[in-house]
């Protein structure tokens, strides 16, 4: 939580930062005249801060998820499924199919901003399915993987298309409601732990 608050905040204090150093600070129009822009522009800029939590919050969570997932799904274990303790990814294998995913969920976000104005609302429901199947596979995965060879956490994660897309759009709308979507990653690896587990009972 703490990362992804500092994350956002130097984010933001890059934006304020760079409309400060490049914007000018006056601008003439019609029939106005010269109005100043400087000042209004870069305080302007604090409104990014939850716009950004929306829309780059799903891949911070999956690249955040990579280092962290481990340590909830441990306790989820050692709390409710006693004696079934996976055995630790390796942190390179783990961190490069984070970067992997959060390059798609990049694409995707990108994807469904660039298509909104031709897809109206649809553009929305791309936006959270697309996050949703992505985010379902990432965190499957780690929990699949804790206990399973990754082909068979692949081919097992495949059986349960349906159940990892659901709970992923889920996360996914969840990630996009401000101050909640800093507790998603902690949500998340701990909603596919048991997902696993239960799948597997």
Not at 49 to 58: E, K, T
Not at 82 to 98: H, N, Q, R
Not at 160 to 183: C, D, E, K, M, S
């Amino acid at each position: 939580m703490l990362l992804t608050l500092v994350l956002f905040v130097l984010l933001q204090a890059g934006a304020f930062w760079a409309i400060r150093a490049f914007a000018p600070e006056t601008m003439t129009l019609p029939w106005i005249g010269q109005v100043t822009l400087g000042h209004a522009l870069s305080w302007g800029s604090l409104i990014l801060f939850p716009i950004m939590s929306i829309f780059l919050m799903a891949p911070v969570t999956a690249g955040f998820a990579g280092l962290f997932a481990e340590r909830v799904a441990d306790a989820v274990e050692e709390t409710h499924y006693p004696g079934t303790k996976g055995l630790p990814v390796d942190f390179m294998e783990g961190l490069l199919e984070s970067l992997a995913v959060v390059g798609a969920v990049l694409a995707v976000a990108v994807v469904s901003l660039i298509l909104t104005p031709f897809l109206g609302p649809l553009a929305s429901i791309l936006f959270y399915l697309g996050n949703g199947w992505l985010l379902g596979r990432e965190f499957f995965q780690m929990a699949a993987r804790r206990h399973l060879h990754p082909a068979q956490a692949t081919a097992l994660r495949k059986t349960r298309t349906a159940q990892t897309t659901t709970l992923g759009v889920l996360i996914a709308l969840l990630l996009t409601v401000p101050f909640l979507n800093v507790l998603v990653p902690v949500l998340a690896a701990a909603g596919f732990t048991h997902l696993y587990h239960l799948g597997r009972r």
